[in-house]
């Protein structure tokens, strides 16, 4: 079995590198972005609470500025584990995915206070789950 400088054999090398690449870059740009806008939602909801419009009849009903909290410290975190990315570190990608999950779901029950930019975040995290669950350093050489 042929093997590369390193030792082990080729079809297993992994490469590691002391930043992130590829995918985990772009997710923790899109981290920082989502999480920046976030935070802006959640200052816009807790400082004038009463310029957003609310569906009487619905069913997740919450104190907007209640809501503008979540997002605030969700937000914060966002981008915390957004820059943390950038080390390419394992706990950074899984700490991304279930900080994006968090978002999605309080943008779902956010979409009757604001609906454009709820979605917009909603699809901004599920591209970065995406990113971080596809991203990957294995390589194959060939045998």
């Not at 054999?9 to 002391?18: F, L």
């Not at 997002?71 to 990315?85: C, D, E, Q, S, T």
Request: proline fraction near 3%; include cysteine.
């Amino acid at each position: 079995m042929a093997s590369n400088v390193s030792g082990a054999p080729r079809g297993a090398q992994t490469t590691r590198r002391p930043f992130a690449t590829g995918w985990t870059v772009f997710a923790a740009v899109m981290m920082i972005f989502g999480g920046a806008m976030a935070i802006f939602e959640g200052i816009a909801a807790i400082a004038k609470d009463d310029l957003i419009v609310v569906t009487r009849d619905y069913t997740f009903k919450m104190n907007t500025t209640g809501w503008g909290w979540i997002h605030l410290i969700l937000g914060i975190l966002i981008v915390l584990a957004g820059m943390a990315l950038f080390a390419g570190a394992m706990w950074a990608r899984v700490v991304g995915i279930a900080l994006a999950g968090l978002a999605m779901l309080a943008n779902f029950l956010w979409i009757p206070y604001y609906p454009f930019w709820a979605i917009m975040l909603i699809a901004i995290d599920a591209v970065v789950i995406w990113a971080l669950c596809a991203g990957t350093t294995r390589t194959a050489g060939p045998d």
